[in-house]
């Protein structure tokens, strides 16, 4: 067997948790380029500049990182002279502006560090990706060096759309069924079967804490609830990526992600819903497919209290949107590590039969 490596995230989390930054980033050079989010950028300079105030870290400018994480608004990134001269990225805001930051940083082979402004999902310490094409549709996954380290700063994720932690605990409902799902046909080794295992974590401090996390995040309270979503949705799905991602295996994501990857083509769809959200419905799919009837009755009244997706409608897709979507999905990375049971008419009744079911609960 070939050799390979693990990176797992190395973070700081809590409030002022910036102050790390100087030690932290002493090894790897003086001169750092922010890239990030407009609005995130906003909120983070101040305490950016506080925290390596009388320090050997220079931050050389704040640049936009073009809006959508894809390759043309990298590639502008990377030919930027002040990108060039500088020692490190780092990267602020959402996944987009992170995925964009830790492709940059890779193709310039610089270090790479994240500090995630929202709870939305787990970009900020994955070595993945996210690719878009410039129409905003899905295109493929690139497989950056993860980030060095993650800073997440509670009472600015505290003070950012509580939409979009509502979107993030969708998406990370999605971590354990998948990965459970996508490798039940393998004997796996170490490194997965940890990854696997590790997922089984993601779920329930989502259930437990969520409403109350929410709740913080919409009053602008960096809770002990908040913090604990937040490290779910950022770290603990982080860890299950980065181990379950491997260059002859990949149980990262399934048949939930094929349903958002799908629903990027879905016109209705597009650009009205977050990522999140839409996978928090391709979770219920997920389940529906696996048979699993009493967890996805589980998760629907959960989303249900928290007003996330149970039916397509919820989403603006249609059932005569469904071929649609599942002709997208053939032409991604889950569909191409699928297990050997999955077919596109079974995947299409899935996606029927958990709108069907998820319906019900429209009703309660």
Known sequence: MSHYKVVLPNYSVGSGCYED????????????????????????????????KGSDVEIMDFIWYGGESSYENGDQLKEMQTVLQADMIFAVGGGRACDTGKYVADQLKKPAFTFPTLGSNCAACTAISVIYNPDHTFKEYYYPEPAIHTFIDMDIVADSPADYLWAGIGDALSKEPEAVFSSKDDDLFHTPLL??????????????????????????????????VVLDIIISTGIVSNLVSGKDYY???????????????????????????????????????????????????????LGLPVCLSDLDITKEDVPQIAERAKDTEEWRHRPKDVTTEKFMAAIIDADKRGKTYKKQ
């Open 21 to 52: 930054i100087p030690e932290i980033t002493k090894y790897y050079g003086k001169k750092a380029v922010v890239i990030g989010g407009e609005t995130a950028m906003s909120k983070a300079k101040a305490a950016l500049l506080d925290a390596i």
């Open 195 to 228: 990854g696997v295992q590790l997922s089984h974590a993601c779920t329930e401090p989502l259930l437990r804490y969520g409403k109350k996390a929410l709740d913080d995040c919409r009053a602008k309270k960096a809770s002990f609830e908040l913090e604990q």
């Open 251 to 305: 149980y990262n994501s399934s048949l939930a992600h094929c349903v958002y990857n799908g629903s990027t083509v879905v016109e209705n769809c597009k650009g009205k819903h977050l990522h999140g959200e839409i996978v928090s419905f391709g979770a219920l799919t997920q389940l529906m497919y696996a048979g699993q009837i009493d967890q996805f009755d589980k998760i629907a009244a959960f989303n249900r209290s």
